[in-house]
Structure formats: structure tokens, C-alpha cells
């Protein structure tokens, strides 16, 4: 695959923010916020520190350049290209849940319901990625631009910039708690009304995350692009320091808005920063106000859109149905009804997402270290081995997954994101080695040999 070499070191930081730098990453963020106090940015701070952690991969994806279904797929056979494709194809989903979700509470600002504002806004994220609007991505990253901005004028209002340098290094008031060992202090919204994360939570919202971060294909698009190795590294390290700054942004906020008293009393988290802006803009009636939501709300049709347009495009790339229009608009429907069903089930943005990315990961993770060890030359999974380990772990986390989204109390580890990503990854492991044993001592089996 031919990409053209031209992202220096701020174009390339610019657009790894921009991946992740959305309404789950500020909405997410507000909405923990509300009861964790600067403890809610443990998803946006993992975000960074999986950044980081890509340093590791980076030039292996700078060379290689091809998608990970493709690189697994030509090393392993087709199957395993259209499992990784499909675990690939199901983590945007809940993106694209996150999307409607948060749009919804946007404009509930407005007093509009939020259930029909899902609806209208499926159509019109199904009805733009059908369009070549792809020049548009440079607006709406204006926009969020825009948000950034009114971020920190709403902190300054509120007197709160000496709040917001001091809590990474946890200057705020310390509460005990799990995630202190962390480093992300607790905040003093309220000693009563702060909640604590559990360990299991906290574990399983950071790994699942950072581990994400790793075999993202949202950042790998971009890496390839980078016009050198140095550009390369340093535009990774760029984007991990921004998006550890820009983690605390919202958390901190939240907080100050909190304990200036301008949040009513039983607002929903996911309303907060939309309550915020307008409230910084002098209220949901005034121009001012109207823009700041607007703001939020315009990025959201963008990126529900460009998820759905990635998402049809991976499912069409499989050649399943015939190349046409009407397919393309059949595919791009199925998708957004996916998105909308899980919309309506509802949940914290931020387990919502993480448990998706965690879906992922389970089912991707072993067969693609299974991958890199080969390529290092240290051990040589057989083809049928590593088969067994993808099919296993991406049914054993789907069904995970889709269980949690209908019993949201099931989890095993702790935590439902350690419960997905968790027995994804003992399976996959159990059964690269059990598909070893079966070639070594059973090889007339031929176990998954054949692509």
C-alpha cells in the first residue's frame, strides 16, 4: 500500500489529538467528572499514556504501512483477515453509540427529548456519510478548536486556571482511594457526594485503553504518513503530552463549576459541559450561548458520519455484497441502526466506549503478539494455531459484550471492561497453545491449515 510521506512533526500530533480528542473524550470526561472529580480524566489520561506507549510500535507500522487485518490476514489466511476486520468493524460501534448519545444530551440543553434526537441524528449521520464530505473533517477539528477555547475561557471565568495546572501533579485535596496509586487525585466536589472508582474499574478502564491505543487503526492511518522516522517519534511524543494536558481540561471544569454553584442540583453528567457552555455564553437563549453548544454539537454529525463511512467501507471491502450504490446505502443503514440500538441502551460514555475497545482488544490482542513474535523471529505460531486464538477470543468477547450491553452487572473480574477484554485474552492465549499441541502431536488434523 503507497502512502505519500508528507506529515511533519505538528501535522502528525495534530491529527493523533484529533482522533481522540471528540465529545466521548470531553463529554466522557465531564461526565465522570461529576462524581470522581479530576479522578473522571483516568480514560483521557490513558488515552495519552497509550500514546506513549506506541512508541514502541510506531516505525514497525511506519515500514510496514498495511492495516492489521492485512498484514494478519497474508500471514495467517483470509479468515483471520475477516475476523480481525469484523472485531475492527464492532469497536466503532460504540463510538458511534457515543456520538448519538452525547449529540442527544447536547441538545437536551434546548429542552429537547433525547430519544427522537437520537433518531433524527442516526439519519442525518447515515444521510452525511454517504456524501464526499471528507474536506469537511478540517472544520469540524476548527470547531473542537473553538470548544478548546471556550474550555479556557470558562476556567478563567470561574478562577479556576490555578486548579487546572495543579491537578496532574495532584495538588487538589487527596481523598484514599484506589486510583491515588494512580497518581489522579480526587477533587473536592463534595466529601459526600464523591464516589470512588474501584481498583478492578480503574485497571480496566486504563488497560483496556492504552492497549487500544496500540492497535488503533484510527492512529496507524496516520502513522504511515509521517515523512520520516524523527518527524515520526516526535510527533507521537507531541500528541501524548497534548492529550495529557487536554485530559484534565474538562475534569477540572466540572469541578469548578461544581463548587462555584451554577450546576443544578440532579443533572445528568453528560449534560454538564453542554450546561456549562451555555452558561458561559449567558445562557441556552443567547447567540453566544447558542454557538458554544453548537460547537459541540457540529463535530458530533462529523464524527458519526466519518465512523459510519469508515464502518460500511470496512464491510464493502470484504466484497460480501455486490459493489453498487443500494449496497453501500444498505450497509451504511444496518450500521447506524446498530449504533442507535446501543444508543438506547445507554450508559456512562466512557464504559460504553471502553467496553468496545476492550471487545477489541481480548479478541486482537494474542494473535497479533503471536504476529510481532514472529516477525522478531523468536517463535513461529503455525498459521492454524493462531486461527484458533482469534476465532475463539472474538466470540468468547463479542458474546461478552453483547451480554454486558443486556446485563450490565456481569462481570467477573471486577469490572466489565477486565471481564470483556479479560477473557478474551485467556482464551486466546489457551487456545494458541491448544492449537500448538493439536499440530505438533495431531498434525494429519490439519488445524485451520488451509486459508
Known amino acids: 500500500m503507497a502512502f505519500e510521506r508528507r506529515l511533519d512533526t505538528f501535522s502528525l500530533a495534530a491529527l493523533l489529538v484529533s482522533a481522540h480528542y471528540g465529545l466521548g473524550f470531553l463529554l466522557g470526561t465531564a461526565e465522570k467528572s461529576l462524581t470522581l472529580g479530576t479522578a473522571g480524566s483516568l480514560y483521557a489520561v490513558s488515552l495519552g499514556l497509550g500514546t506513549i506507549a506506541l512508541l514502541g510500535l510506531a516505525k514497525f507500522y511506519w515500514t510496514q504501512t498495511e492495516q492489521i487485518w492485512t498484514l494478519l490476514g497474508s500471514a495467517y489466511g483470509d479468515r483471520v483477515k475477516v475476523f480481525v476486520g469484523l472485531m475492527s468493524w464492532s469497536s466503532l460501534i460504540g463510538i458511534e453509540a457515543v456520538q448519538l448519545i452525547s449529540g442527544a444530551f447536547i441538545l437536551k440543553v434546548f429542552g429537547i427529548p433525547t430519544l427522537p434526537t437520537m433518531v433524527v441524528l442516526a439519519i442525518l449521520f447515515a444521510t452525511i456519510s454517504l456524501l464526499p464530505t471528507e474536506k469537511a473533517g478540517w472544520i469540524l477539528r476548527g470547531l473542537l478548536v473553538l470548544n478548546f477555547l471556550a474550555l479556557l475561557y470558562g476556567l478563567w471565568v470561574l478562577h479556576a486556571f490555578g486548579d487546572y495546572l495543579r491537578s496532574p501533579f495532584g495538588g487538589l485535596a487527596l481523598r484514599a482511594s484506589p486510583l491515588t496509586a494512580l497518581g489522579i487525585a480526587q477533587s473536592p466536589i463534595d466529601a459526600n457526594s464523591v464516589q470512588h472508582m474501584s481498583l478492578p474499574s480503574a485497571v480496566g478502564v486504563s488497560l483496556s485503553t492504552i492497549l487500544l491505543v496500540l492497535i488503533d487503526m484510527k492512529y496507524q492511518q496516520f502513522l504511515v504518513q509521517a515523512k520520516d522516522v524523527q518527524s515520526l517519534y516526535k510527533g507521537c511524543t507531541l500528541a501524548a503530552i497534548i492529550l495529557l494536558l487536554l485530559a484534565f481540561l474538562p475534569s477540572t471544569l466540572v469541578v469548578a463549576a461544581h463548587n462555584a454553584g451554577i450546576l443544578p442540583a440532579g443533572i445528568d453528567g453528560k449534560e454538564t459541559l453542554p450546561f456549562i457552555l451555555s452558561w458561559i455564553g449567558g445562557g441556552s437563549q443567547k447567540p453566544l450561548g447558542i454557538a458554544l453548544i453548537v460547537s459541540l454539537l457540529v463535530p458530533a454529525l462529523g464524527i458519526g458520519s466519518s ?121 486466546g492465549i489457551l487456545f494458541l497453545f491448544i492449537g500448538e499441541v493439536l499440530e505438533k502431536y495431531f498434525p494429519t488434523s490439519k488445524v485451520g491449515e488451509k486459508a
Open 307 to 427: 465512523i459510519l463511512r469508515v464502518q460500511s467501507k470496512t464491510v464493502l471491502d470484504f466484497n460480501i455484497l455486490p459493489a453498487s450504490v443500494w449496497s453501500r446505502v444498505l450497509v451504511t443503514a444496518a450500521n447506524a441502526l446498530f449504533g442507535l440500538a446501543v444508543a438506547f441502551k445507554g450508559g456512562e460514555i466512557v464504559n460504553l466506549i471502553v467496553s468496545f475497545y476492550a471487545a477489541y482488544v481480548g479478541a486482537v490482542f494474542v494473535p497479533f503478539v503471536a504476529y510481532l513474535l514472529a516477525q522478531t523471529g523468536r517463535y513461529n505460531f503455525s498459521k492454524g494455531s493462531v486461527k484458533l486464538s482469534l476465532i475463539v477470543s472474538s466470540i468468547a468477547s463479542l458474546s461478552l459484550l453483547i451480554l454486558t450491553l443486556i446485563e450490565s452487572e456481569v462481570a467477573l473480574f471486577g469490572s466489565i471492561e477486565l471481564n470483556i477484554m479479560g477473557t478474551g485474552i485467556l482464551s
